[in-house]
């Protein structure tokens, strides 16, 4: 721990001072800017280089990827510039070094520059293509993989790229269209179109979508947003989990982090109309000031006295990072009432607990006998408030719960769970292991800490039968729990084949001065610094390679190129010497080799769970291919494309539903809950589990263990 706090202030003395004369980007003028800008480019050089774990050097070939990451950051399908472009920016392509070593900075104002008037010109295009219709009938193709594609020559092959990539998007909804007419003839209430009719409503869908998507990015993709996302192409060239986080967007990491935000309490959607109250959270100050109703059109966020922001051309990401502030602060939101009217409601931000994202859990009954489900979206903590989400706590409640039922084992589900908090995932490990360590860690300089991330609690709350559930986007923090209960033989790891791939941990170091007293956030935001690699306890590393679960099953990510694996930018594979830990000694630890390999015959041997395998395989094929946009070729592929999804998820699906239930201690949340929209999301969840094939794998393992400790237990 001594030296994470070191890393911090060695940081704050290093790059503090280049700070202390920044004042508001927003409130600058533009030269200002660009020297703010300036320094906070050198500043995230100087990091990267002393602090990172394992630096690149920033030369000329480091220049090079920048140069290419940022187009490809701001055009990866490569159909807003032209090759002239970039080919004109070329003179600085082995100059960027220099500018993050502190030489005047070209390079990205130039791109923005460019990049504001390629915007423009584009909107022209789409409008101008999408005033006329398509002819369905010529036999070409488009290609929307920009990796496999060079920059447009001319304008005009601009353009016409444009125009292949809006017919496809209208070749799509028209074929949509026809279907529907199909379905729906001779039902009085349907208005039956012919095919012109229908092309028209598919193109004015289209141009509804790119207005939506162009006015989004003129609006909210600003100058000093495509300044950030330079900034983070450098960052990321480090390695993919190297990030800078800006203070609004440092704010709403902390904000997913803890399950916790400053804000008015309404759920928000978007339409045709803009973006609206969805729905009112019951004693929120929204609620409490009686003055907004679902259904009510946001126009205008102020921030307390200062000029409203208009959001037309918000996406609801981004109303959402206006409307949400710190703690006690004013928001002022105009709003378009149904009747016609405009009315502006102040509101000051109160505290919003997002209850839905943590720990939850549900029985599965297998004829008497109960079997345990625990569903964790994220390693969740709340390190600004004592009182705040810990996934750890809240897990330990459900294993409780759990028990009060007395289950016969428990299923714990990681999938898609990206990681989180380094220290809750240990104490998580700890419900169910004795005293150990959990994982090592390796410094900058190759001291292993083999001690500082274990349990130290010899007491164990659950001791029975023991299954982790994974797949691909299982990451970090994830993985470190699958390994850990997997290097113990504490349980099972079932998944696909392997996790995500990410062995490295990350520290925010803080720029500029604190913004209030309530959080850790300051003015110029946070880099989110790679500083160490976290080893299994038998010394492998999870960095590339992921959790290998013990039973591997099918799924629909398996051939999606997702993984740390697929990034070029990752930090290699290694391993350390193995640290001393004791084997779980539970009673069924000696029996998992015999039930991992039963349950990985039955699954190899299972035809639908091969069917399943070959699609997935076809699909990933497609998806890399050209689309053709002849009418008669496009249906014949989308038919075989929709067949294979349908039948994919006919596999996915058991054929007899699980029999899933809510805890006698969790029946007022699911079925009596005071918002009822929250109580009818959770019966959802609770249909959405009792089809679920990977959850029956789990359930039957747990069954085996739980068989296998009953039959030990006799002898």
């Known amino acids: 721990m001594k030296s994470r706090k070191g890393l911090v202030l060695t940081a704050l003395v290093l790059f503090g001072s280049l700070f202390i004369a920044f004042r508001s980007i927003n409130g600058a003028d533009s030269n200002e800017k660009i020297a703010q800008q300036q320094r906070l480019l050198n500043t995230v050089g100087m990091l990267l280089e002393q602090q990172h774990y394992s630096p690149k050097k920033i030369n000329d070939d480091f220049s090079k990827k920048v140069f290419k990451g940022y187009l490809d950051q701001l055009d990866g399908d490569k159909s807003i510039f032209t090759s002239e472009d970039v080919n004109g920016l070329k003179k600085m392509e082995t100059t960027i070094d220099d500018e993050i070593h502190g030489a005047a900075m070209h390079f990205q104002p130039a791109v923005s520059s460019i990049y504001s008037k390629r915007v423009e010109e584009t909107v022209g295009f789409y409008k101008e293509i999408l005033s006329k219709p398509f002819d369905f009938s010529v036999n070409e193709s488009v290609q929307l993989d920009g990796e496999k594609l060079s920059y447009a020559p001319t304008d005009e092959d601009r353009k016409d790229r444009w125009r292949k990539k809006l017919k496809y998007y209208t070749l799509e909804r028209f074929v949509d269209l026809q279907e529907e007419r199909e379905k729906n003839k001779g039902k009085d209430s349907f208005r039956v179109l012919p095919d012109d009719s229908l092309e028209l409503n598919a193109r004015n869908s289209v141009l509804k979508m790119m207005d939506r998507t162009f006015n989004r990015i003129k609006t909210t993709f600003t100058e000093e947003q495509r300044f950030n996302s330079f900034i983070n192409v450098i960052t990321n060239l480090m390695d993919p989990h190297t990030d800078y986080y800006p203070p609004v967007e440092k704010r709403a990491f902390d904000e997913r982090m803890s399950n916790q935000f400053y804000g008015i309490g309404a759920q928000l959607q978007q339409d045709d109309n803009g973006i609206k109250i969805a729905s009112i959270v019951t004693g929120g100050p929204a609620w409490k000031s009686g003055a907004i109703v679902a259904g009510d059109i946001i126009i205008k966020v102020a921030q307390g006295a200062n000029e409203p922001v208009d959001v037309s051309g918000y996406g609801t990401e981004d109303a959402v990072k206006l409307i949400r502030g710190d703690k006690g602060t004013e928001v002022r939101i105009t709003f378009k009432k149904q009747d016609g009217t405009t009315r502006t409601v102040s509101l000051i931000r109160e505290k919003i607990e997002q209850d839905e994202g943590l720990a939850r859990s549900a029985i599965v009954m297998q004829g008497s006998d109960k079997i345990g489900y625990i569903a964790l979206p994220d390693f969740y903590a709340n390190f600004e408030d004592k009182n705040g989400f810990k996934c750890s706590e809240d897990v330990a409640e459900e294993v409780k719960k759990l028990k009060a039922e007395n289950v016969k084992g428990i299923v714990i589900d990681l999938r898609n769970n990206g990681g989180g908090s380094l220290l809750e995932v240990v104490k998580m490990v700890g419900l169910f292991i004795p005293s150990g360590p959990v994982v090592q860690v390796k410094e900058r300089d190759g001291r292993v800490d083999q001690q500082t991330w274990r349990d130290n609690d010899e007491s164990v709350l659950y001791d029975g039968p023991l299954a982790v559930m994974v797949n691909e986007l299982s990451a970090s923090a994830s993985e470190i729990f699958a390994a850990a209960i997997q290097d113990y033989k504490r349980g099972i790891v079932i998944g696909s084949s392997s996790t995500y791939g990410k062995g490295t941990v990350q520290r925010p170091i803080p720029f500029g001065r604190p913004i209030d007293f309530y959080s850790s956030r300051t003015e110029f935001g946070a880099v989110s610094l790679t500083f160490q690699k976290f080893y299994r306890v038998n010394g492998g590393s999870t960095q590339l390679k992921g959790v290998v679960p013990d039973i591997i099953m099918p799924d629909t990510y398996e051939y999606l190129k997702i ?152 002898n």
Not at 567 to 579: E, G, K
Not at 622 to 637: A, R, V, Y
Not at 654 to 660: D, G, I, R, T
């Open 563 to 714: 993984r740390e694996k697929d990034n070029p930018n990752s930090l290699p594979w290694d391993a350390i010497p193995q640290t001393r830990y004791q084997l779980w000694n539970g009673g069924e630890g000696t029996h998992l080799d015999q039930i991992v390999k039963k349950e990985q015959e039955r699954i190899v041997s299972d035809p639908n769970l091969k069917l399943l395998q070959d699609n997935l395989k076809w699909l990933s094929a497609k998806n890399e291919n050209p689309i053709n946009l002849q009418i008669d070729q496009f249906k014949q592929m989308q038919k075989q494309i929709t067949s294979t999804v349908n039948q994919n998820n006919a596999l996915l699906k058991l054929k007899s539903e699980l029999n899933v239930q809510a805890m006698d201690a969790d029946k007022d949340k699911f079925y009596n809950n005071p918002d009822k929209n929250k109580g009818i999301r959770y019966q959802e969840w609770l249909k959405l589990l009792k089809q679920d094939l990977h959850i029956d794998a789990g359930v039957k393992v747990i069954q085996q263990l739980a068989e296998t400790k009953t039959a030990t237990a006799k």
